[in-house]
């Protein structure tokens, strides 16, 4: 498994790159970085293709530009297809989990010429809503919903910035499988839900004795390095773009994903506990035509290919020999 940097068309990006044979690119989410990947790629590396993830825009090793304006989805799958093109590569199978599911699904949508199928992990194929997004996110005098939180730069990046390390250790457990069985009622604390206007997010989460036994601390402080160099400004900005990617995605308005695909998500998830998801779930075969199947993995929480790289790998090699060719 090489690290390199490859300067693109759009900017420079850290990447991950092992094995040869047709290529599948890996997205990762908010807060993580293409280390996430780290049991995909060995694995898919093995099996005979050529496995590349790279570190985001605003993320890690890649180039972070100044301005929220520099990150929309448009922007990312631009990032993409440069890359494609930097590295040799006409087309791609997409994985991607969190923020990069997102963004592997508009790739899908956007430049099917160029990734001929799409995995999504977590966060599910969604059409557009009737009007912006900040206009659906719920707040009152009390608190506000954690994207409403994330745009004010006095707000989340000054707080997730005081003590990176612990930022890193709450929203990882409260967010994980570890955390709790995430039924109604029952304290499981959720990092991405509403969050109170005086205590902001971090103070009702608890702080772990222990990191996971899927995050060896070797590479929970990988992950801390790479936050204490970019800060959290880059990442949130993705975040901060919710309302223009819905201005922008209107010139795709009625298309739906015509590729194969596959999505998974952890049971424990806490994506299942914002209202409505289970039904959009369900309704996905409306916006994607060509899935293949849709999968929840038993106790797993959001951090799905670092809490169950088996059960992922599997589910991605299938998907894979699937649709080969």
């Not at 963004?103 to 809503?129: E, H, K, N, Y």
């Not at 994980?176 to 109170?196: C, H, I, K, L, Q």
């Not at 999505?263 to 916006?287: K, N, Q, W």
Request: charged fraction near 20%.
């Amino acid at each position: 498994m090489q690290e390199k940097t490859i300067a693109t068309r759009t900017l420079e990006m850290s990447i991950l790159d092992a094995g040869s044979g047709p290529p599948v690119l890996m997205c990762h989410g908010f807060p993580e970085t293409k280390h996430a990947w780290r049991h995909q790629i060995g694995a898919l590396a093995a099996a005979g293709y050529r496995a590349v993830a790279p570190d985001m825009r605003g993320y890690g090793g890649t180039a972070a530009p100044e301005g929220a304006d520099h990150y929309t989805v448009v922007h990312a799958v631009g990032d993409l297809v440069a890359l494609l093109d930097a590295i040799g590569e006409k087309q791609a199978v997409i994985v991607g989990h969190d923020w990069g599911a997102t963004i592997a699904w508009q790739a899908a949508l956007m430049r099917p010429d160029r990734f001929r199928a799409v995995v999504a992990l977590s966060v599910p194929m969604m059409g557009l809503p009737p009007v912006p997004p900040s206009k659906l996110f719920p707040q009152n005098g009390e608190a506000l919903f954690y994207t409403l939180y994330f745009q004010d730069p006095q707000g989340a990046e000054k707080e997730f910035s005081r003590d990176i390390g612990q930022t890193l250790r709450k929203l990882i457990h409260a967010a994980s499988g570890e955390a709790g069985p995430r039924r109604p009622g029952d304290g499981t604390p959720n990092p991405f839900g509403m969050v109170s206007h005086n205590r902001g997010l971090l103070a009702d989460l608890p702080d772990p004795e222990a990191l996971p036994a899927w995050l060896p601390p070797a590479d929970f402080n990988r992950l801390a390095q790479a936050f204490t160099a970019t800060g959290f400004g880059p990442a949130l900005n993705y975040y901060r773009n919710l309302d223009r990617n819905y201005e922008l995605q209107q010139a795709n308005a009625g298309q739906t994903v015509t590729v194969p695909a596959l999505f998974a998500i952890g049971e424990r998830d806490t994506g299942l506990a914002i209202p409505g998801m289970p039904e959009i779930i369900a309704a996905m075969p409306h916006l994607v035509p060509g899935l293949r199947g849709s999968h929840t993995i038993p106790g797993a929480g959001h951090w799905l290919q670092q809490e169950r790289p088996e059960a992922v790998t599997e589910l991605v090699l299938g998907f894979l020999r699937e649709v080969a060719g």
